[in-house]
């Protein structure tokens, strides 16, 4: 658990407002948000605009969803309305954001191939595409609905050469899956990107 105190990030001032702090905020939340849960601590800030919670945690939450990001991400000491409405504000723009994203970001598996099992070979031709979405977006949605089987070859050479250039850890946070018909798939999911 990481605590990063709002307050020491911005020199000492009690107003979270200006760019320049949201982004020395969302630099330091980025260097530890792949390896440990985040509480970002708002004590002595009296201040906010919604536009710097934009800048930091909004960004989070654009690229991974408000979901994903509030299970590792937890805030503290905003009793003051003067911090609650902004931060309020920021998060639910941000996810509506995040929602109209998610569809550029987003492989439908089955009218992709317009077929519901998948195999090796339809890895390798899936792999390029998801290098180019990963490439813009830092995320990739892949979308299982209608696709009734998997081989655990089909999502490794979809997946491998991202394994191979980016952050592992990162990648794990990255690849969004939605729309899972079974059980089977889910778990050809995870042993690959947990390497079990």
């Known amino acids: ?13 009690n107003r979270f407002e200006n760019p320049e702090d949201a982004k020395k ?10 390896t440990n849960d985040i509480i970002m601590d708002f004590s002595s800030i009296t201040y906010i605009l919604t536009s710097a919670i934009n800048h930091s945690l909004g960004v989070f939450i654009i690229k991974y969803g408000y979901e994903n990001v509030m299970k590792k991400v937890s805030i503290s000491n905003i ?16 996810n509506e954001k995040y929602e109209e994203e998610i569809k550029s970001k987003s492989i439908k598996l089955y009218d992709y191939f317009n077929k519901n099992e998948l195999n090796n070979e339809d890895g390798d031709k899936l792999k390029n595409q998801i290098i180019e979405i990963y490439k813009m977006n830092e995320v990739v949605l892949l979308d299982f609905g209608n696709i009734a089987k998997i081989t655990k070859e ?43």
């Open 1 to 13: 658990m990481k605590i990063i105190k709002i307050y020491e990030i911005i020199n000492n001032n």
């Open 25 to 34: 905020v969302y630099k330091v939340m980025k260097s530890v948000y792949f």
């Open 79 to 94: 009793e003051n309305d003067n911090l609650k409405y902004p931060i309020a504000l920021s998060i639910k723009l941000m």
């Open 154 to 196: 089909f999502f490794k050479n979809a997946t491998s050469e991202l394994f191979s250039k980016y952050d592992k850890d990162q990648l794990k946070e990255s690849i969004l899956v939605s729309n899972i018909q079974n059980k089977e798939i889910s778990k050809i999911i995870e042993d690959v990107l947990y390497n079990k």
